[in-house]
């Protein structure tokens, strides 16, 4: 089985992983058009870089400067796109007069990696998904400003940052403690969070109960990946199929791509995938990590093994890749 990968030509560009349900899926935009293509653990993906990268636009928009962006950009917009779609962003509270209803959420991501934050209750946990969230529950519900206090109290009296970077996660995921230990993180800062109720949260705020999440059989981070397939076996065999027994853990990703090239080949097998990170099994036996926020504004062709780029061989990448925690860049391409 392979994760579609759209044909070069049509103008179809990548826009990136999407949660919007206990599944990724990659979005693909052309112009106003949108289309996704569902990934599954066990899959094959492989695509060949094309082209130079540009701009993704904002808010459903395309760039008006069609613009090219450095590769190494995670956010894939020129600066007037980035900047217009900042404006429009709940975190930039110029929407006081949201009429929706708002989640207050608390995240862990890893060992003394926890934070607070905001969502649409609407959106459910899709939120939490994107972002790598390991484990959350939902703190409490009501008007977005409401919500944006209890988040900016919360924030100075437990000293969480707003934000934890990607990197960090991506160095902390393959050596997960256990369930009951991730629970009783999350239950720790919920019994921290909840002991400041009427010390400065607004009463239009109504506390939700402690309720964890575990996220980690979501993202597929419980699985192993099973060996390449033996000479004379098909790729499908070789492989687990999506609910079928595996190993109790995935093996920890060491490498993560750094940047796509014109001509760059991505290909691996899905073996995880948390926020926007793609964690694919390669030939020599371990894991690279494609952060899709660095491949969206390029045009990919879909590449498999056997056919399209025989001198593919070994890791089956040859993009620059960086040591995930080092910060060292792997010379040349792999």
């Not at 569902?38 to 540009?54: D, K, S, T």
């Not at 429009?88 to 862990?108: F, N």
């Given at each position: 089985m392979?994760?579609?990968?759209?044909?070069?030509?049509?103008?179809?560009?990548?826009?990136?992983?999407?949660?919007?349900?206990?599944?990724?899926?990659?979005?693909?935009?052309?112009?106003?058009?949108?289309?996704?293509?569902?990934?599954?653990?066990?899959?094959?993906?492989?695509?060949?870089?094309?082209?130079?990268?540009?701009?993704?636009?904002?808010?459903?928009?395309?760039?008006?400067?069609?613009?090219?962006?450095?590769?190494?950009?995670?956010?894939?917009?020129?600066?007037?796109?980035?900047?217009?779609?900042?404006a429009?962003?709940?975190?930039?509270?110029?929407m006081?007069?949201?009429?929706?209803?708002?989640?207050?959420?608390?995240?862990?991501?890893?060992?003394?990696m926890?934070?607070?934050?905001?969502?649409?209750?609407?959106?459910?946990?899709?939120?939490?998904?994107?972002?790598?969230?390991?484990?959350?529950?939902?703190?409490?519900?009501?008007?977005?400003?409401?919500?944006?206090?209890?988040?900016?109290?919360?924030?100075?009296?437990?000293?969480?940052?707003?934000?934890?970077?990607?990197?960090?996660?991506?160095?902390?995921?393959?050596?997960?403690?256990?369930?009951?230990?991730?629970?009783?993180?999350?239950?720790?800062?919920?019994?921290?969070?909840?002991?400041?109720?009427?010390?400065?949260?607004p009463?239009?705020?109504?506390?939700?109960?402690?309720?964890?999440?575990d996220?980690?059989?979501?993202?597929?981070?419980?699985?192993?990946?099973?060996?390449?397939?033996?000479?004379?076996?098909?790729?499908?065999?070789?492989?687990?199929?999506?609910?079928?027994?595996?190993?109790?853990?995935?093996?920890?990703?060491?490498?993560?791509?750094?940047?796509?090239?014109?001509?760059?080949?991505?290909?691996?097998?899905?073996?995880?995938?948390?926020?926007?990170?793609?964690h694919?099994?390669?030939?020599?036996?371990?894991?690279?990590?494609?952060?899709?926020?660095?491949?969206?504004?390029?045009?990919?062709?879909?590449?498999?093994?056997?056919?399209?780029?025989?001198?593919?061989?070994?890791?089956?990448?040859?993009?620059?890749?960086?040591?995930?925690?080092?910060?060292?860049?792997?010379?040349?391409?792999?």
């Amino acid at each position: 089985m392979t994760c579609a990968v759209r044909e070069s030509g049509g103008g179809w560009r990548c826009a990136g992983v999407r949660w919007p349900r206990e599944a990724p899926v990659l979005g693909w935009s052309r112009g106003g058009d949108r289309r996704v293509s569902v990934l599954a653990y066990g899959a094959g993906l492989g695509f060949r870089a094309v082209g130079e990268r540009h701009c993704v636009g904002a808010r459903g928009n395309v760039c008006p400067l069609g613009a090219v962006v450095p590769g190494r950009s995670t956010g894939g917009r020129c600066a007037e796109c980035a900047r217009l779609d900042r404006a429009h962003s709940v975190a930039a509270d110029t929407m006081a007069d949201d009429p929706r209803t708002y989640r207050v959420y608390l995240a862990w991501f890893g060992p003394g990696m926890v934070k607070v934050g905001i969502t649409g209750e609407e959106r459910g946990a899709a939120r939490l998904r994107e972002q790598g969230a390991v484990a959350f529950s939902w703190l409490g519900r009501g008007p977005l400003m409401a919500a944006r206090r209890t988040e900016e109290v919360l924030r100075a009296a437990l000293g969480v940052p707003d934000r934890i970077p990607y990197a960090k996660k991506r160095a902390v995921r393959g050596q997960l403690p256990g369930t009951e230990e991730r629970a009783g993180a999350v239950a720790e800062l919920y019994a921290r969070a909840a002991a400041l109720e009427g010390r400065g949260w607004p009463e239009s705020l109504e506390r939700l109960p402690l309720e964890v999440v575990d996220q980690v059989g979501v993202f597929g981070l419980d699985r192993a990946p099973d060996p390449e397939p033996a000479p004379g076996r098909s790729v499908r065999e070789g492989w687990t199929a999506p609910g079928r027994a595996v190993r109790e853990s995935a093996p920890a990703p060491v490498r993560s791509v750094r940047e796509l090239v014109d001509g760059g080949v991505v290909a691996g097998r899905l073996v995880a995938a948390a926020g926007p990170d793609l964690h694919l099994a390669v030939a020599d036996g371990g894991v690279v990590v494609l952060d899709t926020r660095l491949i969206t504004g390029w045009d990919l062709t879909a590449v498999t093994r056997a056919t399209e780029v025989p001198e593919v061989t070994g890791t089956d990448v040859r993009v620059p890749l960086i040591d995930i925690g080092g910060g060292g860049v792997q010379g040349g391409l792999f």
